[in-house]
């Protein structure tokens, strides 16, 4: 979730309020390092899920959380 002028939103809601997509969760969860994942259908216009694309990308390869 992140913060946004004192208010909590979810990442669904973020990658809306970036991209303008409409977002809707299909599945969430999983096991071998995927746990706390979440699989999200978008539709929007070409450079709307273009844009979309390259936000997810790039948080992709992101390091696993460790304890």
Same mark, same amino acid.
């Given at each position: 979730?992140? #913060? &946004? $002028?004192?208010k909590v939103i !979810? @990442? %669904?809601?973020? %990658? $809306?309020i970036l991209t303008g997509v $409409? /977002? @809707? *969760? &299909?599945a969430a969860g999983g096991v071998c390092g995927a746990e706390g994942s979440?699989? *999200?259908a978008i539709s929007? $216009? @070409?450079e709307e899920i273009s844009n !979309? @694309? /390259?936000i997810i990308n790039s948080l992709s390869n992101e #390091? *696993?959380?460790e304890l």
């Open positions: 979730m992140f #913060p &946004v $002028n004192g !979810t @990442e %669904i809601e973020a %990658i $809306n $409409n /977002s @809707e *969760l &299909v979440i699989w *999200l929007g $216009n @070409e !979309t @694309e /390259s #390091p *696993l959380f």
